[in-house]
């Protein structure tokens, strides 16, 4: 009886081991067609790096940022189709503010995250304490990819002073690409490795 | 008395299992980080994982006993093979963990070892 039970134990744990290694691999190859990710900007995290540069930026309990631009790195582990960016941040001075990446010194490909003269922002949500959620989407096959790593640019031409600054409470990321059932198993394992190849080799 | 003991010998039996699909686990995370770096360091706490493996190690070492077993007796190709594979993973670790920096040579010493017991004991 007591056999029994420490056979079918056992199996359990062999298979709690296969799934376990499935999700690590399911994660990483993004099999479910996307990855999510989060940060605070206060330290670095495997996927996104701290607003730099560090002079502009002061950690208190958020970040918070009293001189643009800054930017920040998103690291991809595979090759994706759209990236979605979603701030929690708090503009109480109203300040116009554009993200995008940053692929040169100057006129680079930004959005505006928020504009004062545009009042027709139904994604906009007010949340408490005046912090607002905004998310911009990235086609990233217009963008390239160094080394594995997306850089991105805030910016906020408006702001000068830096006791009126713009408060980053958080930044969720969203990296969308084909799932396992809309390609097939072969094409997405060769994609994930030539993607490797090229990046990091 | 006997059903403590019992009960005792049985929950030994299940931590030795953990420790045994854990160290498998830890086997297999390097390498895979070997194949494609970050491929699990950027999804798990390696600190929290280690610091399972040696409470289970641990207590696997410190109290459990196997049960005696006649079995066939190992020749010098058999410790050879068991040496070369205890080697292979001892490395496996020490590359997983180096980011601690010298303790990974600790690591990777104490994973051949273990692995070089474990094997042996399921053998004889």
Partial sequence: ?201 | MNLDKNLKNFILLIIRDLFLASFALFVIFSFLEIVKPKIILNYLNLDIFLLVLLVLGIITVLYYEPAEKVGKKLNFLDYSTICLFSILVGILCLYLTRAIGWLSILVGIISAVICFNLILNSES
């Fill in chain 1, 1 to 201: 009886m007591e056999n029994n039970f420490l056979k079918i134990l056992r199996v359990i744990i062999i298979f709690g081991v296969c799934l376990i290694i499935l999700f690590f691999l399911s994660q990483d190859f993004a099999w479910t067609g996307q990855l999510e990710f989060k940060t605070d900007f206060k330290r670095f995290t495997p996927f996104v790096s701290i607003l730099k540069p560090q002079d502009l930026v002061e950690i208190i309990d958020l970040a918070y940022v009293k001189q643009a631009p800054v930017w920040f790195d998103v690291y991809l582990p595979r090759d994706f189709d759209k990236i979605n960016l979603e701030f929690t941040y708090k503009n109480d001075f109203n300040y116009d503010i554009e993200v995008g990446p940053k692929l040169y010194e100057e006129n680079n490909p930004l959005k505006p995250l928020e504009n004062k003269n545009d009042q027709t922002n139904s994604a906009l949500q007010n949340t408490q304490n005046g912090f607002k959620i905004k998310s911009i989407e990235f086609d990233l096959k217009e963008i390239p990819i160094r080394k594995g790593k997306l850089r991105f640019m805030i910016s906020i031409p408006d702001l000068k002073d830096g006791n009126k600054g713009v408060w980053i409470k958080e930044l969720k990321v969203v990296l969308q690409r084909k799932a396992i059932w809309q390609e097939n198993l072969k094409e997405n394992i060769f994609n994930y490795f030539n993607y490797f190849k090229n990046e990091f080799r």
